[in-house]
């Protein structure tokens, strides 16, 4: 077995393991259904009303999940929201329930939205022929992949990828924070992540886990995307996603700004997919990338090759490739002040970014510069910037 191979095989275990301990990505899906030197902005006030952004954090949970989220929440609350006072989507594809209702409203210092997810935006489509999608769940069940069998979590990817932000109670915001139930936020954050991005022009931000906003394809004018995590994905999952890619590239040049990130996806100019990937269930970003005509049609293509249920293509791999390949390099934001754990990765702060946040994570337990993390490819990729 060569390095890469034993890497794999060792990060496969890891995600076992989690599972066995009682962790899963799903949650119940499945269950009865370089970092910027830019200096950070201090809140800031016009009168009596602070300023803030167009934002909202966007939470997709179950009414199964209520403890799991009220963790989530109680954390988000204490380490930020305290203080900026955001509002909080919840969506599900069920109708919430009265006690989740009241209980998610207890713990949170802002308004809450509750909607049902429209089911042509969650079921599989029309267009998909089942009996191939079930050999193709098999052949992932064989081979030994993780939610290789799971159509629900397949319905969760595609949402994801190129649904969530058309929801009717999102219309209203530009920005988001995406929170998932059973995560930790280990710092405090003092500072306006949301600001941040509107006013250096971000549009999507990693947690060493972007967003075009590009009303006219390659001049995209502010920062969509903001990250914490980065990694590789099971090429398993996504066997033809890069081919799909290339294709649509073919064909719509145009929407493909000349500064983009390319390099972080791929080695070779684009002949190839690296696999790496923002970790998407921690991500900031701006919706104007995701309603943008390059994403629509691009999302519309790969909804259209029917590989979110043939194969797995993931959320987190179709996001980043479209921030990638439609926005500036400069668009991109690792915000390594967020400590943050989903199992089994963790991005801690590292000295004084720790000691400000007053971080209760231990610095060696830090996935940025692990050998299965792509950090260091958007380190380089930041130091090439013009």
């Known amino acids: 077995m060569d390095a890469k191979s034993a890497y ?7 995600w076992k393991q989690a599972q066995q301990a009682g962790w899963s990505y ?18 800031i006030t016009l009168g009596d009303e602070p300023r803030r952004a ?7 949970v179950r009414n199964s999940e209520l403890k799991d989220i009220a963790d989530s929440l109680k954390q988000i609350e204490d380490r930020f929201n305290r203080q900026f006072h955001y509002p909080y989507v919840f969506l599900n594809e069920m109708p919430f329930s009265e006690e989740f209702k009241r209980w998610t409203q ?13 089911p042509h935006h969650w079921y599989q489509p029309s267009h998909i022929d089942e009996a191939r999608a079930a050999r193709m769940r098999q052949a992932l069940v064989e081979a030994d992949v993780i939610y290789g069998d799971s159509v629900s979590y397949r319905n969760m990817c595609r949402f994801n990828s190129g649904f969530f932000y058309r929801h009717p109670i999102l219309q ?3 920005y988001y924070w995406r929170v998932e139930p059973g995560v930790k936020f280990f710092c405090d954050v003092d500072f306006d992540p949301f600001l941040f991005m509107q006013d250096h022009n971000k549009t999507y931000v990693f947690s060493p886990l972007q967003v075009l906003t590009a009303r006219t394809p390659l001049e995209p004018t502010f920062d969509s995307y903001g990250f914490t995590i980065s990694l590789y994905e099971y090429e398993e999952t996504i066997s033809s996603l ?10 719509h040049p145009e929407y493909l700004p000349e500064d983009n990130a390319l390099e972080f996806i791929s080695d070779d100019q684009g002949e190839t997919y690296n696999l790496c990937h923002f970790w998407s269930n921690f991500e900031i970003g701006d ?6 005509e390059a994403y629509s049609k691009y999302f519309d293509f790969l909804d259209a090759a029917g590989g979110f249920y043939y194969e797995r293509w993931g959320d987190a791999p179709v996001h980043s490739i479209g ?14 002040e967020i400590g943050y754990r989903h199992e089994p990765f963790q991005h801690c702060p590292q000295g004084e970014d720790h000691r400000k946040g007053k971080c209760w994570c231990e610095e060696k337990d830090n996935f940025d510069y692990d050998g299965y993390s792509c950090t260091y490819r958007y380190d380089r990729l930041s130091a090439r910037r013009v």
């Open 26 to 43: 799903l949650h119940d899906y499945d269950k009865g259904a370089s970092a910027s030197s830019l200096p950070l902005p201090p809140p």
């Open 323 to 336: 921030a990638s390949l439609f926005s500036r390099k400069d668009q991109i934001h690792f915000f390594k």
């Open 54 to 60: 167009n934002a909202t954090f966007v939470i997709l």
């Open 106 to 118: 207890e713990l949170i210092s802002a308004p809450a939205y509750y909607g049902v997810i429209p």
């Open 242 to 251: 890069w081919t799909v890619t290339k294709e649509f590239m073919r064909r």
């Open 172 to 174: 209203q915001f530009r």
């Open 287 to 292: 919706m104007e990338l995701w309603r943008s």
């Open 8 to 14: 794999l095989a060792n990060l496969a275990e890891k």
